[in-house]
């Protein structure tokens, strides 16, 4: 299967540790986004990535929350001093053009 | 940014059944995808559909895009096809920014 995947599947941390999750795009594919889904709700934009170079970042994105894709191709999501706020489902998504294709998802629980 | 509205929110239906969804966006949009959400989370995309008509198998899709509005039919529908039913956007020059609509939770009994 070549489709998009998601390291971990699940974590659960306590309050203020810091997470990291890593996305692995479909090979290619040059665009990498992340979104973030809480329960009853659709997935909310994070950030977009074109290669390497970080295009567009949400509000949503605070100065907690940082991503990278050192070199064009798995992005990492890095989440420090995690509050029980962040708890929610981090989606990644990628695509040549519009159509974007996502991953099955990391589901974080912040005790 | 632009503001999608899915409707129903909810839906209940008898296997056999045929139904529509429907999406509305406050803003032209130049990507518009259809997902439906599985139990375990992951979106699986149904149609990539900025206008027009498809159709895959029970399911079809059409865009208005002049009207800003898109349907998604599912016809004969089976255990199977509950879930959420999601549609997305984007446009202007977020092109790369989807922006989701509440989504429609499907039941269909047997």
């Known amino acids: 299967d070549t489709g998009v995947s998601q390291d971990p599947r699940h974590k659960i941390t306590k309050r203020g540790q810091n997470v990291t999750f890593r996305c692995d795009p479909i090979?290619?594919?040059?665009?990498l986004y992340w979104y973030r889904q809480t329960l009853g709700q659709g997935p909310e934009f994070l950030t977009y990535f074109q290669n390497e170079a970080q295009l567009e970042k949400s509000r949503l994105l605070s100065d907690r929350f940082s991503a990278e894709r050192p070199k064009g191709s798995f992005s990492t999501l890095e989440i420090q001093r995690t509050e029980q706020g962040d708890s929610a489902m981090y989606l990644c998504?990628?695509?040549?053009?519009?159509?974007?294709?996502f991953g099955p998802g990391t589901r974080l629980t912040v005790l | 940014g632009i503001q999608v509205e899915q409707s129903p929110p909810d839906l209940i239906l008898q296997e056999g059944a045929n139904s529509t969804l429907r999406c509305n966006f406050s803003d032209s949009v130049n990507n518009l995808q259809w997902f439906h959400q599985n139990p375990w989370g992951q979106l699986i995309n149904l149609f990539y559909?900025?206008?027009g008509t498809k159709q895959n198998g029970r399911l079809s899709a059409t865009t208005v895009a002049t009207e800003r509005y898109s349907l998604l039919y599912i016809s004969s529908s089976q255990t199977t096809d509950s879930g959420v039913y999601f549609c997305?956007?984007?446009?202007?020059?977020?092109?790369?920014?989807?922006?989701f609509g509440q989504g429609t939770i499907l039941t269909v009994h047997p």
């Open positions: 559909i900025p206008s």
């Open positions: 090979s290619e594919h040059n665009r």
């Open positions: 997305a956007g984007a446009g202007g020059t977020s092109y790369g920014k989807l922006t």
């Open positions: 998504a990628s695509s040549i053009l519009s159509e974007q294709f």
